[in-house]
């Protein structure tokens, strides 16, 4: 199996530029989740999705930040303006339900940074 | 505010000895906890895991211990090796059904060899 896929890899972009981070999960899992990762608050999670509906959005910082998963094999994160402080490496994340704790497989990441 | 805290940003050992990582909680209701290696460039991978009715649990190497009393967990790496030189961030979830982990700010370790 690929894992999950992200991309791209780094992003570098002007502030009030649009950002869309993609991401394929891994083929059958059933949850997706989107994580930030910064040095001060460590990996926040942004919001996840069970069988492509949102579940829990209560981690997405501000309205300009917004999430889709149109169907089982794609999702996208969207920042719309950027700015300075949403530079941060972005992660997704699948998981299948097999029990009440399961493993989250991550995604290598998309370093996102805002000049 | 942060739920589950590492307050040791980095950590340096020595090869062959041992490696503990702390992380804190204040959350009473999480009853589920993991430990998730990163290398730079890479994603998080799922290390080890406890339940709240367990206050040990042990893969290989590595070894969680869960002070429920503390609000406190650990990791043991055992002996430590070049190659377990990462940032480590433990994670925590409630029973609640909503499947959301929180994660501390990790602790970078680096082994010396």
């Known amino acids: 199996d690929a894992g999950v896929i992200q991309s791209p890899r780094h992003e570098v972009t002007e502030m009030g530029q649009e950002v869309t981070l993609r991401c394929k999960p891994i083929s059958g899992h059933d949850y997706l989740f989107w994580y930030r990762q910064t040095m001060m608050r460590g990996l926040e999670l942004l919001i996840y999705?069970?069988?492509?509906?949102?579940?829990?959005d209560s981690g997405m910082p501000e309205d300009r930040f917004s999430a889709k998963m149109p169907n089982a094999s794609f999702s996208t994160l969207k920042i719309q303006p950027s700015e300075p402080r949403d530079s941060a490496v972005y992660f997704c994340a699948s998981s299948l339900w097999t029990s009440k704790f399961s493993e989250q497989y991550f995604g290598p990441g998309t370093r996102l940074t805002v000049t | 505010d942060q739920q589950v805290k590492q307050n040791s940003p980095s950590l340096s050992v020595q090869e062959g000895r041992i490696s503990i990582l702390n992380c804190d909680y204040t959350n009473s209701m999480f009853d589920y906890f993991l430990w998730y290696k990163k290398y730079p460039a890479e994603g998080p991978t799922f290390l080890i895991s406890?339940?709240?009715?367990?206050d040990k649990n042990e893969d290989g190497r590595f070894t969680v211990f869960l002070n429920k009393s503390a609000k406190h967990l650990s990791l043991h790496i055992v002996p430590s090796q070049p190659g377990d030189s990462a940032v480590y961030f433990c994670?925590?979830?409630?029973?609640?059904?909503?499947?959301?982990?929180?994660f501390g700010t990790g602790t970078r370790l680096k082994v010396l060899a």
């Open positions: 406890i339940s709240s009715i367990k």
């Open positions: 994670a925590a979830s409630a029973d609640s059904g909503t499947y959301k982990y929180i």
């Open positions: 999705f069970n069988n492509n509906v949102p579940i829990d």
